[in-house]
């Protein structure tokens, strides 16, 4: 499968943002969902929202709803994750993990991941 | 804390047979294909199994999955020593209308 291919690490102070970004292969006109998965260290994976790239159809987990935001840009078939009014809580490895069906986010599974970017929140 | 429910561990010596359970509820399981997936620590997820029983192309034979009401199974034919991992069930949720993954169970070959 394709694989995703996400930006760099990063470190935040507790209260700010952090955007993380995958890139996804298979052109600008992709109607595959993105969705993104964090994983805190030691722990399971929690699914955070998902995307569908070109037509922009968002839903959130209601945990994360009103601090986080997907967007996407289809010139560059890249999606983007932003996480507002972080703490010490978020600090996880957050993936991108593309969706198996097309144009869908409910009832859909996750064939391709990014290979993680890990978001240390620290003062 | 989770909607699905996995055992933390499961083991087995090599060839032998391991199940890994996934119980959940009607929202969820009860409502949804189950899907899972395979972690080897510090690397992404794999998928494994998708819509209960189906194997992507690429995943060996002997991982199949199945479902009944609102619990789901993993079973592993023929251990192999590479098969030691972390697996995580997963599946739509409809009362909180998102993604929900099981609690993960860490599968170790003696």
């Known amino acids: 499968q394709a694989q995703l291919g996400q930006s760099g690490a990063e470190v935040k102070k507790p209260g700010s943002s952090v955007r993380v970004s995958c890139t996804v292969p298979g052109g600008t006109g992709n109607t595959h969902l993105i969705s993104w998965v964090r994983q805190a260290p030691g722990r399971g994976l929690e699914w955070l929202g998902g995307i569908i790239l070109v037509f922009r159809n968002t839903k959130y987990a209601k945990k994360f709803q009103g601090r986080l935001t997907l967007t996407a840009d289809t010139s560059t078939a890249t999606a983007h994750m932003e996480l507002s009014s972080l703490t010490f809580d978020d600090t996880a490895v957050y993936y991108c993990a593309r969706g198996a069906v097309l144009n869908a986010i409910v009832g859909n599974w996750y064939d391709s991941w990014g290979q993680g970017t890990q978001v240390i929140v620290s003062s | 804390q989770s909607l699905l429910t996995q055992p933390p561990s499961a083991s087995g010596t090599p060839g032998q047979r391991v199940t890994i359970s996934c119980s959940g509820s009607n929202s969820n399981i009860g409502s949804n294909t189950v899907h899972w997936y395979r972690q080897v620590p510090g690397t992404a997820p794999q998928l494994l199994i998708h819509?209960?029983?189906q194997r992507p192309s690429g995943v060996p034979g002997r991982f199949s999955g199945s479902r009944s009401d609102t619990s789901a199974s993993l079973a592993i034919t023929g251990l192999q020593s590479e098969d030691e991992a972390d697996y995580f069930c997963?599946?739509?949720?409809?009362?909180?209308?998102?993604?929900?993954f099981g609690t993960g169970t860490k599968v170790t070959v003696l």
């Open positions: 819509s209960n029983t």
């Open positions: 997963a599946t739509w949720d409809d009362i909180l209308d998102c993604y929900v």
